[in-house]
């Protein structure tokens, strides 16, 4: 769900685009050191891959259902630079081809997916990984699940601080954080369930594709043995 | 909210939409929009005159109103809130027929609901207008950092190629007997996301190699750059020149 054009004022869409783009600018600078020069090639694939797991349906239950957001999913696999690159391409082509979020809201769609959403995903996921001092790649999908709860209700109070600021009507600001944390929560715990079943599953085959469990994947060196096997 | 994108927008035609040169439009979009975004709160009859004109731009581009139809349901959440600001808004209160609301709250809902569906007319008719291969080149036109413009160029060249990969997996689980209907279907669902997570990384590093044997060295060459003269940018323009003098009137008056 992003936001769409009107629902915040016009300068306060100019702002979050202005730290958008910083972030971006960063973020591209950045991203060259997660994955040298195959970033392009290889983000514009991760980018597609969002666009679709977002398509994934995921029951609930009474007929409805919900979708990965997956922010905190990219920050954990490919690392939060290339994350933010790969989300705010994604906004850009569903803004742009899909007219699905506002033009004047992509700056504030980036800042609360791209930026937001992923960082908080990926600070939450190392300051984790420093305290529980993992040997094996074991308890990472649980922490990167973690991390997707947390990553949720949080980009949703960036939101409402940015209503608070540039929204155009008077509502009871206790009253909207209440009902968008108490919201974003419940979906927080379906995303971090998501995340953390994906990323389990993606560590059972190619752990070393995981960023934030590369270092932790046992390496198996190639072993040359001489004389004949027993 | 699951609104799908299960397919491009983008319709063949030959329209003066069409024909416009795809980085005026682009710029035309966005100075229109943040136009309409910044009317004041409660210059209604300006803002119904900015949907008009969205409703024209759209008719231009001779797109059966079907398609445009079936794509405003992506405004429906925000519907259901500017119908509720009303309600739960503060400050001074007036009488609606058998209602009581708040008239701030009646405003911004007026406004949201107008702002956005202009918005996402204008949009329809760039999306419908635009190739994806068009957006592209205009994004480059318009100097948008080239690394940022390459990763987009990949993602809507595989766009079609990850999607349909994603359904020929929903095909491999529907032929197994997989029904998603409860909480019971997810690691089924997620570990498929982590299969398509997989499959488009190794997809992403055999089009790398592919392309470094292509001679790739950072940088995708400029092959058919835009071009537009000053009728293109004047036609482009258009709305947005409508916006501004509605916005003047808006203030001045």
Redesign the interface.
Known sequence: ?HV????L??PT?LATAAVAAGA??LA?NR?RRELD?????????????V???????????AGT????LGGALAAV?VGPWTAT??L???L?????????G???ALGTNVVLMAVVGVWTGWLVFVGLRRLVRPTGVGVVPALAGVAAVVSVPVAALTFTALYAVG??????LA?LTAAMLGWHTLIGLGEG??T???????IA??PD?VHGARDLAARHELEIRTGAPA | ??????S???VEGDSPVHRLPAHTK?VG??VF??L???LP?EAHLLRLTMLLVALGVVAATRVPARHVLG?LV??V??VVFALL?PF????PRRTLGPLTV?R??L???L??L???T???L???A??TT?S?RD?VRALQHLRV?D??V??????????G???S??QRMKVARDSRAFR????G???V??????????R??E???R??LA?LSRGYS?R?PVTDPLRADAADWARALLPAVVATVTLVVGYAG
């Open positions: 769900m769409p054009d009107g629902f004022d016009a869409s971006v600018g591209l991203a020069d195959r970033t392009a090639p290889l983000a514009g694939l991760v980018a597609v891959f666009f679709a797991a977002q398509m994934l349906n995921f029951p609930v239950g259902s919900g979708h990965l696999l690159l790969c705010t391409v994604v850009a082509v569903q803004s742009l081809l899909f007219a699905d506002g033009i004047t929204g155009h009507a008077p509502i009871p009253e369930a998501i953390c079943l994906a990323v389990g599953s993606i085959t190619r594709l | 909210m699951g609104s799908g994108h299960g491009h927008l983008h682009l979009l966005v929009v943040l309409v975004v910044a709160r794509r992506v405004e959440p925000f600001l739960i808004a503060t400050g708040s701030d709250g405003d911004a809902g406004a949201l107008v702002t956005a202009t918005s996402v204008m949009a329809i760039f999306a635009t994806s957006l950092p690394r940022l390459q990763i987009l160029a990949f993602m809507v060249r595989y766009l190629v990850v999607g990969q994603a998603p209907r409860s909480l279907s997810w690691p669902l997620a570990s498929s996301a982590g299969s398509l997570f997989i488009s990384y997809r992403g590093e089009v790398h392309m950072g995708m």
